[in-house]
């Protein structure tokens, strides 16, 4: 699920980009020491292909729902965490760009949420230890389903923390999260189904291609301690950038934590000081003649350009 | 089906927006990621009860998009159409944050129902000005800023495959889904055993497809990046367009202009 800018206070978008940045960072200079020219044509062309596969629906039974392929952990299986996260990155940049799903804002969450939990924590410690050496059908079904799950749910409540902090929106903590892990649940399944289908599927008919990508550990090798260690020193850069701002302005943080102690009234009256019918119906009025105002430049500006 | 085409042809439609020519089209492609950026955090580091505040920055998506032509109508739709958990989300507001903020004749506006409002009105704001700078800029141009802002060179030039071969393979899962819908005689939807065929068919033809793309590029000298002649110059247009809009943004942060607006208009009926 995507997360929107409309939702994002800039503390909560900014230290998502910045983990993110950073992470990109380091993926970067992973699939560069691989010094395999190869690699790269590969990732964009699955980027389009994990683009184009999702315009491939298929009915749930009993539903009336329909599913399709999530991404995240099949382009793990395919490419190996670091080169998967870069892709995973382009397809969320792409439909941040061209179908407005999320905003650039809050891009950092996105790539976060649907790209660090699936490549970087499902594939390497849940997918990778179930599959070990000799691979199985049973094997690669219980690792895909086992991962894509625990991503997607790591994923949701990603989101509902960056809500929370955020404190735009008003939805109590506890209902959010009732309401966003067990639909996740159903969509992990899901896309651990696929995932699965789909690898067997290419495993019979071309073993080498899966085989390879598993031997290829090289590529796949993640220095977990290094991410962690970078994960780490993000967190207290963030951390540090969060206090600032929040002594600084008190409105977004702060709100949520009032909320979350529960001294919502406290709050409420700091961030709307003026509860003064008069300040408010002129904020209405003026609102409203600014947005005539703005239009009326647009058209006089068309006009111009027309006339030119 | 219809899906299907809409999508690609979305992608093509803002692709061939993004090759017109107007003042915006022709500056730096840095200029206006950088003041995109900076519209998008002024927007959304406003008050939750924010609103009226949020109205003069309308300005930035309607002059963009008549300074560089774009079609409004399209571009409104798109909005309109996509993401709607914004406003899922959102629409809890006004159910739980009852308090009245304040009263319109006798009917009083509750706190939720504003802070809902904001909500879309950021979104509104947001999305226009992401789809405004790709409209304007075209993707390539974009990748090519973000090279000179520093991101890694392996990502971006994936990044530029990947736009490349969107199209491609966009049309190859089309022409899969289309000759599946002929063969069932257009049965609405597919079950999962076919699905799970057409994509693993996809991906194998794109794995065949990216290894003969490398060898080709290799025949052609390909070290693993991609050079591009495009001059990119900050001159002192983009400056002025940059500082002219942050000037602007933090104009209308700090300084409510319709409140001030409105009690005037209050002030001379009264």
């Known amino acids: 699920m995507h997360m929107a800018d409309a939702l994002v206070s800039p503390v909560v978008g900014g230290c998502m980009w910045a983990a993110t940045a950073g992470l990109i960072a380091y993926s970067a200079k992973k699939v560069k020491e691989e010094v395999d020219d190869r690699k790269v044509p590969l ?39 670091c080169a998967a996260f870069l892709v995973m990155a382009s397809v969320l940049i792409v439909q941040a760009l061209f179908f407005a799903d999320g905003g650039l804002l809050a891009l950092g969450c996105n790539i976060f949420n649907l790209g660090f939990f699936p490549c970087f924590v499902a594939y390497p410690l849940i997918y990778r230890k179930i599959l070990k050496e000799h691979l199985t059908q049973g094997k690669i079904l219980f690792g895909s389903l086992l991962g894509a799950i625990i991503a997607l749910q790591l994923g949701a409540f990603s989101v509902v923390l960056e809500t929370m902090f955020s404190g735009i929106s008003e939805l109590p903590f506890r209902t959010f999260v009732l ?13 651990g189904l696929v995932t699965a289908a789909v690898v067997t599927f290419v495993w019979k008919a071309r073993p080498e291609i899966v085989n390879a990508a598993e031997r290829s550990v090289v590529i796949g090798k ?25 002594s600084s302005n008190p409105d977004g943080l702060e709100w949520a934590i009032f909320k979350a102690s529960g001294k919502e009234d406290i709050a409420a009256k700091t961030s709307w000081p003026a509860v003064d019918p008069g300040t408010s119906v002129s904020g209405l009025i003026g609102g409203i003649l600014t947005l005539l105002i703005v239009v009326l430049i647009g058209l006089g500006l068309k006009r111009r350009k027309s006339a030119v | 089906m219809n899906n299907i085409n809409k999508n690609s042809f979305d992608i093509g439609y803002m692709d061939t927006l993004s090759t017109g020519d107007s003042f915006l089209h022709r500056l730096d492609p840095r200029a206006k990621v950088i003041t995109t950026l900076l519209f998008i955090v002024t927007v959304v580091s406003f008050d939750k009860y924010a609103l009226s505040a949020l109205m003069p ?12 032509r774009l079609p409004a109508g399209y571009l409104l739709k798109k909005i309109l159409v996509v993401s709607p958990f914004a406003l899922l989300v959102g629409i809890f507001n006004p159910f739980i944050d009852r308090e009245i903020l304040f009263q319109i004749g006798t009917r009083g506006i509750s706190g939720g129902w504003v802070s809902y409002l904001s909500i879309v009105v950021r979104f509104l704001l947001t999305v226009a000005a992401a789809l405004i700078l790709i409209a304007t800029t075209g993707f390539n141009a974009v990748c090519n800023s973000l090279i000179k802002f520093g991101v890694p060179k392996p990502f971006v030039v994936q990044l530029l ?6 199209f491609i393979l966009t049309d190859e899962a089309e022409r899969m889904v289309r000759a599946r819908s002929l063969r069932t005689f257009h049965t609405r939807m597919m079950s999962f ?24 590029m290799c025949c052609r000298g390909f070290d693993g990046q991609i050079r591009i002649i495009r001059y990119m110059e900050i001159r002192r247009k983009e400056v002025e367009f940059i500082f002219a809009w942050a000037f602007l943004f933090v104009f209308f942060r700090y300084f409510n202009m319709p409140l001030t607006l409105g009690k005037l208009i209050a002030g001379v009926l009264k």
């Open chain 1, 43 to 81: 990732m964009g062309v699955l980027g389009a292909f994990i683009f184009a596969s999702q315009m491939i629906n298929f009915s749930i039974p009993a539903t009336g729902s329909s599913g399709h392929l999530g991404g995240g952990m099949i382009l793990a299986v395919l490419l190996g965490p």
């Open chain 2, 57 to 68: 920055f309308f300005i930035y998506p309607v002059v963009l998009i008549s300074i560089g």
């Open chain 2, 161 to 166: 495959f990947f736009y490349r071969y969107v």
């Open chain 1, 179 to 191: 309401l966003m892990q067990p639909i996740h649940l159903a969509i992990g399944i899901v896309e």
């Open chain 2, 193 to 216: 055993k076919v699905f799970v065929a057409l994509v693993s068919n996809l991906l194998l033809r794109t794995l065949d497809r990216a290894e003969r793309i490398y060898r080709a």
């Open chain 1, 222 to 246: 993640v220095g977990m301690k290094k991410v962690l260690l970078g994960f780490l020193a993000a967190a207290a850069i963030a951390a540090g950038v969060l206090s600032w701002f929040a």
